[in-house]
C-alpha cells in the first residue's frame, strides 16, 4: 500500500474512533435523559453515529 | 659576280630568319637543305639531318605520320598538288609535336627536280582547340547554354551552344537564322527588367560582367522556366559595347524546389531557422519569429542571436551551441528565454540538428510561454498546497491529541462527579449537549478540508475516490444535522432554565 494510502487509513482509523466515542457519548446521554422529545433526537443521532462507524470501516476498506 | 654572291648570301639570311621550317629534297627523300627554324624545331643539329633521308628517320617521325609522307611524297612525284596536311613529329628531347605540312615541288625541265617542304609548329594552336573543344563540351553537359550576342536591336545571335535546345526548345539555326530573337523568348513582364539590367551595367565602364536576377522564358511549347544569366559585356578600345557573352543556366526546378521550402519554411507556425554556429548568427529564419518574437526579420539576422537571449540563459546556450561544434549533438528540449521588442522575454522549447562539417545547425523552436507559467503556478500552488497540509496536519494532530485527551478528560471528570454526586450538583444537559456540538464540529471540521484534500491527492482509483468522497459528504452532511439538532437541544434546555 503506498505511503499516501497508509496515511488515509490512519486519518479514517481516527475518523472510526470520534464516531465511535460519539456512539458511546450519546448511549450514555439516553441512560439518563428523561425528555421524551431529547431522547428521539439523541436516539436518532446516535443510530445515524452508528452508521458512521460503519463508513468509517468502508473508507478504511477502501484505501487498503 | 661578287654583287651575285652577296645576293646568295642575303637570300640564305633570310632563309635561316624564316619562321616556318623550310626543307630541300630530292626525289628519293634526301634532305639537301634545311633552314634554322627546322632545327629549332627538331632538337636536332644541321649535320645529323643533311643527308639524311626522310623515310629512314624513324626517331623522328613515327610510324603513323611515316606512312603518310611516303602516301603524299608519292603523289607529289606525280604531279598532283596536295592540300596542307598535319602529322606529329617526335622532338630530340622525345618531345610530340604537331606541325603543319605544305609540300610542293620545283621543276626542272619539265620534270620534279626538288620537293620543297615548308613546316609550321602547331601544337601550342591544336592543344588550345582541344582545350577549347573540351571545355566546351564540359560546359555543354552541364546544361549551361553559352550565347553571343550582339549589341544591337533585339539581341541578334552571332553564336549559341548546341545544347540551346535542351532549354530553349529552338534550335542552334532557329536563333541564328534570325526566325526567333532572344528579345522574343524573354517573358514579357521580365523583359523591361532585362533591359534595365543590361542598359545600367553596359553604361558603366568598369563593369566586366553582371548577373541578371534570374528571369522567366518561353520555350518554343510555351513553357515557362526560370534561369540564371551571367553576362560578360565585350567592349572595344573606345568602351563601345560590341557584343555580349552569355552563360545561361535552367534553374526552373531549384527555383520550385526553393520557393517550396521557403513556403513550408514560412507556413509552419514552428520557428525553424538555420543558424551559423560559428558566428553564432541565424542565416534563415520562418516568418514565425517575427511573429512571436516582434523583430524584423533584418533584425534578427543583423545580430548574434545571443544578443537575444535572456542574460542568465546565455551560458547554457554557449554550452549547448559548442557541445553541436564538437559532437554533432542533436539537441533536444533545450529551453532558454528570448527578448521580444515589447522588452518581454518568451520561453523557447529547442531541436537543433547540427552540420559541424558546414557549421551549421538546422533547428526549430515553439513558444512554452504559457507551458512555463503554468508549471510555474502549478509548482507555486502545490507548495501552497503543501504548506498548507504540512499546517493542516499540524493542528489536525493538535485537535485530535487535544479532543481525545479532551474526551478522556471529560469521561474522568464525569467519573469523578458521579463519584461525587453526593456533594457536587450534576452535569446540565445544556453543557452535555454543548460537549456533543464540540464533537461534531471536530468531526465536520477536520473532513470537510484536510482529509478530502488528502483523499484527492491520493493514487486511488477514481472509482475508489468518487465512492469515499460520497461517503465523507453523507458523514459530513449528517454531522452538521447532529450539530444543529444538539444546537436546538441547547436551547430548549435554556429555555427550560429560564
Not at chain 2, 154 to 183: C, L, M, R, T
Not at chain 2, 429 to 436: G, I, L, N, V, Y
Not at chain 2, 469 to 488: A, G
Amino acid at each position: 500500500m503506498a505511503k499516501q494510502n497508509k496515511k488515509l487509513a490512519r486519518i479514517f482509523n481516527d475518523l472510526y474512533l470520534i464516531e465511535k466515542q460519539a456512539r458511546d457519548l450519546y448511549n450514555e446521554f439516553l441512560k439518563t435523559l428523561e425528555d421524551p422529545e431529547e431522547r428521539k433526537v439523541v436516539k436518532f443521532i446516535r443510530d445515524q453515529e452508528k452508521d458512521h462507524m460503519r463508513i468509517a470501516k468502508e473508507l478504511i476498506d477502501l484505501v487498503k | 659576280m661578287a654583287s651575285e654572291e652577296k645576293l646568295l648570301e642575303n637570300l640564305d639570311l633570310v632563309f635561316n630568319k624564316l619562321g616556318d621550317g623550310l626543307l630541300f629534297l630530292d626525289t628519293k627523300g634526301k634532305i639537301l637543305k634545311l633552314n634554322q627554324a627546322v632545327l629549332d624545331l627538331s632538337g636536332y643539329k644541321k649535320e645529323e639531318l643533311i643527308g639524311s633521308n626522310v623515310f629512314k628517320l624513324t626517331k623522328i617521325f613515327p610510324s603513323k605520320s611515316l606512312k603518310k609522307i611516303i602516301l603524299i611524297f608519292a603523289e607529289v612525284l606525280k604531279g598532283k598538288s596536295i592540300d596542307l596536311y598535319t602529322i606529329e613529329v617526335k622532338t630530340r628531347q622525345g618531345e610530340l609535336k604537331i606541325i603543319e605540312v605544305n609540300t610542293s615541288v620545283l621543276k626542272q625541265n619539265n620534270k620534279v627536280g626538288m620537293i620543297v617542304v615548308v613546316i609550321r609548329d602547331i601544337t601550342g594552336r591544336v592543344n588550345l582547340e582541344k582545350e577549347l573543344k573540351e571545355s566546351k563540351e564540359i560546359i555543354e553537359e552541364s546544361g549551361i547554354v553559352t550565347f553571343v550576342w550582339l549589341n544591337k536591336k533585339g539581341w541578334p545571335i552571332k553564336y549559341v551552344s548546341n545544347n540551346v535546345v535542351d532549354i530553349f526548345g529552338y534550335s542552334v539555326q532557329d536563333f541564328k537564322s534570325g526566325k526567333i530573337s532572344y528579345e522574343k523568348v524573354i517573358h514579357p513582364k521580365d523583359l523591361s527588367r532585362v533591359f534595365q539590367e543590361v542598359k545600367e551595367n553596359s553604361e558603366n565602364l568598369k563593369v566586366k560582367s553582371f548577373k541578371h536576377q534570374p528571369y522567366r522564358i518561353i520555350t518554343k511549347k510555351e513553357k515557362i522556366k526560370v534561369i540564371n544569366d551571367r553576362t560578360f559585356i565585350i567592349r572595344n578600345k573606345q568602351g563601345k559595347v560590341i557584343e555580349y557573352r552569355g552563360l545561361i543556366e535552367d534553374i526552373t526546378e531549384k527555383k520550385k524546389l526553393e520557393d517550396d521550402i521557403n513556403n513550408m519554411f514560412n507556413l509552419s507556425n514552428y520557428m525553424v531557422c538555420k543558424a551559423d554556429l560559428k558566428t553564432g548568427r541565424f542565416i534563415k529564419i520562418s516568418s514565425a519569429f517575427s511573429k512571436i518574437l516582434g523583430w524584423s526579420e533584418e533584425e534578427l539576422l543583423s545580430k548574434p542571436f545571443t544578443d537575444f537571449i535572456h542574460p542568465k540563459d546565455v551560458k547554457k546556450t554557449n554550452n549547448a551551441i559548442n557541445e553541436q561544434m564538437k559532437e554533432g549533438k542533436e539537441i533536444l528540449k533545450f529551453e532558454n528565454r528570448y527578448k521580444t521588442k515589447k522588452g518581454d522575454y518568451v520561453w523557447l522549447e529547442w531541436s537543433a540538428h547540427p552540420v559541424p562539417e558546414e557549421n551549421v545547425s538546422y533547428s526549430s523552436a515553439y513558444d512554452i510561454t504559457y507551458r512555463k507559467k503554468t508549471e510555474k503556478k502549478l509548482r507555486e500552488n502545490q507548495e501552497d498546497s503543501q504548506r498548507r497540509n504540512e499546517e493542516l496536519e499540524k493542528i489536525n494532530n493538535l485537535m485530535v491529541g487535544r479532543e481525545l485527551k479532551m474526551i478522556e478528560l471529560k469521561k474522568e471528570i464525569k467519573k469523578l462527579k458521579s463519584g461525587m454526586a453526593s456533594i457536587e450538583k450534576k452535569k446540565t444537559w445544556t453543557e452535555k449537549f454543548q460537549e456533543a456540538v464540540e464533537l461534531e464540529e471536530a468531526v465536520i471540521r477536520k473532513y470537510q478540508t484536510f482529509y478530502l484534500d488528502q483523499l484527492k491527492k491520493s493514487n486511488l482509483s477514481l472509482l475508489r475516490k468518487r465512492k469515499a468522497v460520497k461517503l465523507l459528504n453523507r458523514l459530513i452532511d449528517e454531522s452538521v444535522e447532529h450539530e444543529n439538532r444538539f444546537r436546538e437541544l441547547i436551547k430548549k434546555e435554556y429555555g427550560k432554565t429560564k
